[in-house]
């Protein structure tokens, strides 16, 4: 304190002005983000990636908050997730018991918000005359019975996706079949394949289909996405969002936002938002099922002014 005490009380001050403005803009990220406003990174699962960005062109454009999206596949997402690369998700599953334990080693409970119901369809190319395919067919030929069916290959978006994760399930295998099944990097490149291919049954994200991007019109207009009969059904049914609701379509998912930012970030805000009024209302124009349904508003008139001819 006899070195301060040598220096002119308005030098003193200014250190520990400077002091307190350093520790202030060294402090947690908390700070200088809310539920509204700020910028935070998403990691999303590639075969969500268009739903998503739908929601983040809205949600900036009411809010003065930044969102990144970063697509990967899903064993990429979760890694990164795990890793602390982001804190926030988007995947078409929730976290297993084990990935829960990294977590709550760092004494973080995750926020889990379903906002969707995803489909995963089957693609020819119109060339092809088949508008029906059963899904025991699709699970016979990824275990190598290639027998009475007129699939070619089966083609995949990414080895490590969600989308074959969720077939390599049905077909009770562990990893993707070496023999007639392809993948490629993307949704997109799927459809352009499939399109150009007969014989290939693509699969990919239903909403890669129905908001093609404008690239991506033309070969989405050359394919057809066929009507799946389950493991249980006898009837064929379409990935429409009626069906989807009705339980008919055999290939549904949940989908869901998760949050790991232990504090009330961007995270909470975008969550509440999809989950909410306007949010839902994209999911439905997707072409996907929301998880609330939006009301309609309808305006009654007591009266009715007849247009002057």
């Known amino acids: 304190m006899k070195n301060f005490a040598k220096l002119p009380y308005f030098i003193f001050i200014s250190f520990i002005v400077l002091f307190f403005a350093c520790n202030q803009s060294n402090g947690p990220k908390s700070n200088k983000e809310t539920i509204l406003k700020g910028s935070t990174t998403i990691l999303v699962d590639e075969t969500l990636k268009p739903i998503v960005e739908d929601q983040i062109e809205v949600f900036e454009s009411r809010y003065e908050a930044k969102i990144k999206l970063d697509a990967k596949s899903e064993s990429e997402v979760i890694r990164a997730f795990v890793k602390d690369t982001a804190s926030i998700a988007v995947l078409s599953r929730t976290l297993t018991n084990e990935e829960m334990k990294v977590f709550d080693n ?7 918000t ?3 119901i995803d489909a995963i369809a089957f693609i020819t190319t119109k060339n092809d005359n088949d508008t029906l395919i059963a899904l025991q067919d699709v699970i016979a030929f990824m ?16 080895p490590n996706s969600s989308t074959v994760r969720y077939m390599n399930t049905l077909a009770g295998l562990k990893s993707i079949p070496q023999k007639g099944v392809f993948s490629f990097k993307t949704n ?22 129905s908001q ?6 033309e070969f989405v207009e050359k394919v057809t996405i066929l009507s799946v009969k389950g493991l249980s059904d006898s009837k064929y049914y379409s990935p429409t969002q009626n069906n989807i609701a009705e339980g008919k379509y055999a290939l549904a998912r949940d989908l869901y936002i998760i949050n790991c930012q232990g504090y009330s970030g961007l995270g909470m805000g975008f969550a509440s938002f999809v989950a909410g009024d306007i949010g839902q209302r994209i999911v439905l124009k997707s072409g996907l099922l929301p998880v609330k349904i939006p009301p309609r508003k309808l ?3 007591k009266q009715i002014n007849k247009d002057k001819k």
């Open 106 to 112: 760092k004494k973080i409970a995750p926020k889990v």
């Open 114 to 116: 379903k906002f969707a």
């Open 143 to 158: 275990n190598g019975n290639y027998k009475g069916t007129a699939i070619k290959g089966l083609v995949f978006d990414n």
């Open 188 to 209: 997109d490149e799927v459809i352009k394949f499939v399109s150009q291919n007969e014989g290939m049954v693509g699969i990919v994200g239903v909403n890669w289909l």
């Open 212 to 217: 093609p991007s404008p690239a991506m019109q």
């Open 299 to 301: 305006n009654i008139r």
